[in-house]
């Protein structure tokens, strides 16, 4: 649900954790140390991309509470960006940052709403607050598509780089993600639309390209992970769904008059207004894998975002937040000087801390999190010379 992703729910965060202050003097000395790392890091030799990403994950490792939550700042824990930070620590996949997200996911898993919720909705879960130290629900999630895809893609990434232990936890839990994947099926007990597509919510109906995007991506990864736990008739159906979510995207979301994806299912696409929803909403096919950075679709969006917003490498995007996943995107897309100039312009900008909140004069003015320095990682992963050897 496209609230998620607005400056408005950040710049409420950024508001709370100017209230609340820092998590722990931890997280600041974490922070601190990023900073110091990342003075180094101005290169894109392997051990400058290693140094950029150890910067990043001790960002998110100082933003984890002593419960495993990964705050959205020191305001609050929202799961669907605290997963994008997960997928982000196993990406550098130090230790402590696997240690990091083993902890996220048990997190999650303890806070999932196994009783039925206001709106029938089984195995969602609940934005939180920090209210006087103690995580509170606010009985409330901006989306439950999002959350449950991303859930999924987080669970299936820790069984290829968990140990033995949290592979055993998985395992023994699968029943209750097997429950969050049915989400994403049909009512009852999930929120897909005839379509194929999946709508936002139980009572939002209307279908977002970037959440559905998620939903693929998601589907198809917890499908393999049900395949390799030999759960075949599982792993079938979470496949055959995914499929039909990627065959939605395609019918129901592209364009072909326009060669412009539609942000969602009730509006002919345009880039003329602001870069979110419309433009930003360009690349998640690409960014999840909807389709091949090669396909002519990835490409015909991709050039038609760009020339839209021709500042793009240094973030001129008319908002306060960074793109970091546009960035990933350009990775995907081939286009690696584009993805190092979106990464060295954001560094730029926030190196002196690497902390939320933090305030710049560029053109990124606010907002570095947890979920964008995933995004960043990730990023950084796509460009080492060795991925780059293999593309």
Known sequence: MMSKRSTAVLAAAVGL??????????????????????????????????????????????????????????????????????????????????????????????????????????????????????????????????????????????????????????????GAYEHVANLLGS???????????????????????????????????????????????????????????????????WNAQTSLWSWHDSVTPTLSGAFYAQSMAQYFPVDFGVVPAGDARAADSWAAITARWPGWRSNQLGQAEAATPMAYAAALMGDTSGARAMLDDIAAQYSSGWYYPTVQTGSITTWWSPAQAGWYIRTLQLLEPSASAGR
């Open 17 to 174: 954790a100017l209230v609340l202050g820092p998590v722990t003097a931890g997280a600041a000395s974490a922070a601190g140390t990023a900073s110091a790392a990342g003075t180094t890091a101005d290169g894109w030799d392997a051990g400058s991309i290693a140094a950029r990403m150890a910067t990043q994950a001790a960002m998110i490792r100082g933003q984890q509470r002593s419960t495993g939550a990964i705050l959205h700042g020191s305001g609050g824990v929202n799961p669907y960006f605290g997963n994008y930070a997960a997928l982000g620590l196993l990406a550098e996949g130090s230790p402590a940052s696997v240690t990091a997200a083993e902890r996220w996911v048990d997190w999650v898993y303890a806070h999932l709403n196994t009783a039925p919720t206001a709106d029938g909705g089984r195995y969602t879960i609940d934005d939180y607050a920090i209210v006087k130290g103690a995580e509170v629900s606010t009985g409330s999630y901006d989306s439950v598509d999002s959350y449950a895809a991303t859930t999924l893609m987080v669970v299936a990434q820790l069984w290829k780089d968990g140990d033995a232990a949290a592979k055993s936890t998985l395992v023994s839990r699968i």
């Open 187 to 253: 009512s009852p007990a999930g929120i897909r639309k005839a379509s194929g597509l999946t709508q936002a919510t139980f009572t939002y109906n209307v279908a977002y390209l970037m959440d559905n995007a998620e939903v693929y991506a998601g589907l198809r990864d917890f499908a393999a992970l049900e395949s390799a736990l030999g759960r075949t008739a599982q792993a079938t159906t979470y496949g055959s769904w995914a499929a039909t979510t990627r065959a939605a995207i395609i019918a129901k979301q």
